[in-house]
């Protein structure tokens, strides 16, 4: 099983960018499909993006299409998640996490929750 850890968080403006890292450890990182997730204050986590083993898969949440990118680069052990146009619902705790098929990691992720990172929008 893959430890996770995300980074990349911070404070940004609306209609801003961020980019968010996910970095691996443990060789078999490439087996797993990897999710963003967010929880706001107050909200149930959700989820976001998701990309498949070989990066070519990918599905987002529809509140996030055409503005957020998921990639990996699974050489480093990494999974980025580019956020553009962002707006204050997207202020949140993000988190990511593995699952064995994107379907089921939507709901359903199999791996640990890490600390996350924090993402506020001002508006």
């Known amino acids: 099983q893959v430890q996770l850890e995300e980074s990349g968080g911070g404070l940004v403006q609306a209609g801003g960018s961020l980019r968010l890292s996910c970095k691996a450890s443990?060789?078999?990182?490439?087996?797993?499909?990897v999710g963003w997730f967010r929880q706001a204050p107050g909200q149930e986590r959700e989820f976001v993006a998701a990309?498949?083993?070989?990066?070519?898969?990918?599905r987002y949440a529809d509140s996030v299409k055409g503005r957020f990118t998921v990639s990996r680069d699974n050489a480093n052990y990494m999974v980025y998640l580019q956020m553009n146009s962002l707006n204050s619902s997207d202020t949140a705790v993000y988190y990511c996490?593995?699952?064995?098929?994107?379907?089921?990691?939507?709901?359903?992720?199999?791996?640990?929750w890490g600390q996350g990172t924090q993402v506020t929008v001002s508006s």
């Open positions: 990309i498949g083993r070989g990066g070519v898969a990918t």
């Open positions: 996490n593995t699952g064995s098929d994107i379907k089921s990691l939507m709901t359903h992720p199999t791996g640990s």
């Open positions: 443990g060789r078999t990182f490439s087996n797993y499909i």
